[in-house]
């Protein structure tokens, strides 16, 4: 099973997402003299992209590298492309890019015949972390390199699955509404809102999101459970109170609330389906920031239907944006968001797409860490 993203999405869906997609275009000449085009592709902010100086997501304010990009004295800009595009279908510059930059929040998906017929094509950054948007297979088999702002957002996710948790522990959305539609019905809530304290919380990778999790419910009072590839050092497992479970079939009938926080690969894509989500505790929450696709999307919604998941929350859709027509938009007791858990740290994703622009204008190698795919060799994990 390969990870091509774009070929599982719907036409409809892919011209949605140029519809409310924004796109910025620099011909730049590198310190060598060699002309180079890059094209970031990010969502449209319209009246929001002046609300805050750090809000850089937005193609208005394109990760705040305009200006860099015009002013660095070992480049200049050409002076037929000085111009910001928007609205721009990204097929228009897809022959002659050098660079393509995109999001995981709202991303240009990159598929093998995109990739085909960017004949120019080098270097595919996502400035933030998961690059499942891209046809990893094809950008290795044409020598492409492709990398990610690696840590960019992890404390913003961590601490944005603890809020969820706790939203489905306590059935925080069903109140909500209730006050939104002016009723009062205090045993509409009640029958099914819990404490965290004393439950069994287990985490599916114990990364670097997994391990700030853990290290944020120890004060819950909770039993916290991780699977991963790797065992924790000894004595920061003891700190966080953690216990490590070898196999996942295992830990997941223990977990009153299973956590995802592991990559989309080939391994892993609907890795959740009816089979694995049999073994799941009757009445589970599960809150998955990770990728859609790590679960199958009609096994999550018959459970849902059926009570035995008993609540799911999580940020991310299979596609992005997801189409008014999702299942996921209309099970019982989801807790669902546009894809945003990562997004506070705006500045440091910013940051980090600079940086790897400075070094690929230099020549000089990124941190081994953001590395996905080096000159068409991918990283283990995705092997």
């Not at 094809?138 to 957002?153: F, I």
């Not at 849902?304 to 999580?314: K, P, Q, V």
């Not at 940020?315 to 299942?327: C, E, G, L, Y």
Request: hydrophobic share 40%.
């Amino acid at each position: 099973m390969r990870i091509m993203a774009m070929r599982r999405f719907t036409g409809a869906a892919i011209r949605a997402c140029s519809s409310s997609s924004g796109y910025f275009a620099r011909q730049l000449h590198a310190s060598s003299g060699e002309s180079k085009k890059i094209v970031g592709v990010f969502y449209k902010a319209n009246e929001y992209a002046t609300k805050n100086p750090n809000f850089l997501g937005c193609v208005e304010n394109a990760l705040g590298i305009r200006n860099w990009l015009e002013t660095q004295g070992h480049q200049s800009l050409s002076p037929t492309t000085k111009k910001v595009q928007t609205v721009v279908k990204l097929e228009k510059h897809i022959p002659d890019l050098h660079v393509l930059i995109s999001t995981p929040f709202h991303p240009a998906y990159v598929t093998a015949e995109r990739i085909k017929k960017a004949k120019n094509l080098q270097l595919l950054l996502t400035a933030g972390i998961g690059s499942d948007h891209i046809d990893l297979q094809a950008a290795a088999a044409a020598g492409l390199t492709v990398a990610e702002v690696t840590g960019s957002n992890v404390v913003s996710v961590a601490e944005d699955e603890l809020m969820r948790i706790l939203i489905l522990m306590r059935n925080f959305v069903p109140g909500y509404n209730q006050v939104v539609n002016g009723e009062w019905n205090v045993a509409g809530i009640a029958y099914r809102a819990y404490d965290l304290e004393g439950k069994t919380i287990g985490t599916v990778g114990a990364g670097r999101i997994g391990k700030l999790l853990l290290q944020r419910l120890k004060p819950f009072g909770c039993n916290l459970l991780y699977h991963d590839r790797l065992q924790m050092e000894p004595d920061l497992e003891k700190e966080i109170g953690a216990k490590y479970v070898e196999s996942l079939n295992d830990m997941l009938p223990k977990c009153d609330v299973v956590v995802v926080n592991m990559p989309l690969t080939e391994k892993t894509r609907g890795m959740f389906n009816k089979e694995m989500i049999g073994k799941l505790k009757k009445g589970v929450l599960i809150v998955n920031n990770a990728r859609a696709a790590i679960m199958d999307r009609q096994a999550v919604v018959e459970a849902m239907e059926s009570g035995h998941i008993g609540g799911y929350s999580g940020d991310v859709w299979d596609p992005q944006p997801a189409p008014k027509d999702h299942p996921w938009r209309y099970m019982p007791n989801q807790a669902m968001t546009p894809h945003i858990s990562g997004i506070s740290l705006s500045i440091r994703y910013a940051a980090g797409t600079q940086d790897m622009l400075e070094k690929y204008f230099k020549g000089e190698d990124f941190p081994a860490q953001n590395y996905i795919v080096k000159d068409g060799v991918l990283a283990p994990q995705y092997r």
